[in-house]
């Protein structure tokens, strides 16, 4: 079982330019969610989709843009990255949007680097 | 958001229990109790979680207070494979997870 599959494992921006980060999930869950997680500190929610077709914003949007593609896939986009985006992000999945009893899956992590 | 506090890191040695706490003194009637673990550049992994009564699987047991204002994750024969960033986490329904700091455990030989 593959679970969470994030692409690329790493990656290198110049300041400015734009990339998608890709998320998939083989559980056939509802629910995705990205994250990011700075050098010492805990993960932040960036953006999250309750089922396919919503996303809603979590504490850290600014500056990213998300899309379900369908219920197995969820991208983050960075339009106009900027060195404050240096982090290693994370996608996540859970069967259904009732976290307080579903566990959550994460995938391996992007580690992006914005010079 | 409920808040959880946890202790920074904490140590332990090499096949003995570790207890490690969290403290949720606003935890509402609806809040789950979840423990997830970040082992060295990887993502978080599900470790256990509960409401009102403890809970054992095949890595932790989950101890909660009467009161549910605190909780502690045991593991009951630390290992080097268990040294890890660990997170107590609130949740009920409506809201994705929220991740705090965590306790780094250090596991010695």
């Known amino acids: 079982n593959a679970g969470v599959t994030q692409t690329p494992k790493f990656q290198v921006l110049k300041t400015g330019q734009s990339m998608t980060l890709q998320c998939a999930q083989d559980?056939?869950?509802?629910?995705m969610y990205w994250y990011r997680q700075d050098p010492g500190m805990g993960l932040r929610l960036i953006y999250y989709?309750?089922?396919?077709?919503?996303?809603d914003k979590g504490e850290v949007p600014n500056g990213y843009n998300v899309s379900r593609l369908n219920k197995r896939e969820f991208s983050l986009r960075l339009e106009s990255a900027a060195p404050s985006q240096t982090s290693v992000y994370f996608c996540?999945?859970?069967?259904?949007?009732?976290?307080?009893?579903?566990?959550?899956?994460f995938g391996q992590g992007t580690r992006l680097t914005v010079v | 958001d409920a808040k959880t506090t946890q202790p920074n890191s904490m140590e332990s040695n090499e096949e003995e229990p570790v207890h490690l706490p969290c403290n949720h003194s606003?935890?509402?009637?609806?809040?789950?109790i979840h423990w997830y673990r970040q082992l060295p550049s990887q993502g978080p992994e599900y470790v256990i979680h509960?409401?009102?009564s403890n809970v054992n699987n095949r890595m932790a047991s989950l101890a909660i207070a009467e009161d549910r204002k605190s909780s502690t994750l045991i593991l009951h024969r630390a290992t080097l494979r268990d040294a890890a960033v660990y997170y107590c986490?609130?949740?009920?329904?409506?809201?994705?997870?929220?991740f705090g700091k965590g306790t780094r455990l250090s596991v010695i030989a």
């Open positions: 606003t935890i509402s009637g609806t809040d789950y």
């Open positions: 509960g409401l009102t």
């Open positions: 989709s309750a089922s396919e077709g919503t996303t």
């Open positions: 559980m056939n869950h509802n629910s």
């Open positions: 986490i609130l949740s009920s329904g409506n809201t994705p997870l929220v």
């Open positions: 996540a999945s859970s069967e259904r949007f009732r976290q307080g009893r579903t566990e959550a899956f």
